[in-house]
């Protein structure tokens, strides 16, 4: 059983930065990709970025060039640098394993300020 726990929300200014981790235990964390999803109240859910066992980043063009994800293996945990963020960057970011079945942490609000 794969458990996620994500941490480092909270509120912010418009052009500010916020770090968000997601710690995962059980599983197979090193082999595993990895993904930051958002969810805005009254929107769909959001794929953020994702992260490989590998290395290899992708990222949605809406955060493109302001987000960063990355991970540590030894650590099992996974991270989301977030630079120059914006009012419709507000959601509550969750962070789920590309598995079958996934699994989904319960989530870390984020809350930018204009």
């Known amino acids: 059983q794969v458990q996620l726990a994500e941490s480092g929300g909270g509120l912010v200014q418009a052009g500010g930065s916020l770090t968000l981790s997601c710690e995962a235990s059980?599983?197979?964390?090193?082999?595993?990709?990895m993904n930051w999803y958002r969810q805005a109240p009254g929107k769909q859910r959001e794929l953020v970025a994702v992260i490989t066992s590998g290395g290899n980043t992708h990222y949605a063009d809406s955060v493109k060039g302001r987000f960063t994800i990355s991970r540590d293996n030894a650590k099992t945990t996974v991270f989301l640098q977030m630079n120059s963020l914006k009012p419709e960057d507000t959601a509550v970011y969750l962070c789920?394993?590309?598995?079958?079945?996934?699994?989904w942490g319960q989530g870390t609000r984020v809350t930018v300020s204009s």
């Open positions: 789920n394993t590309q598995t079958y079945p996934p699994y």
């Open positions: 059980g599983g197979i964390f090193s082999v595993t990709t």
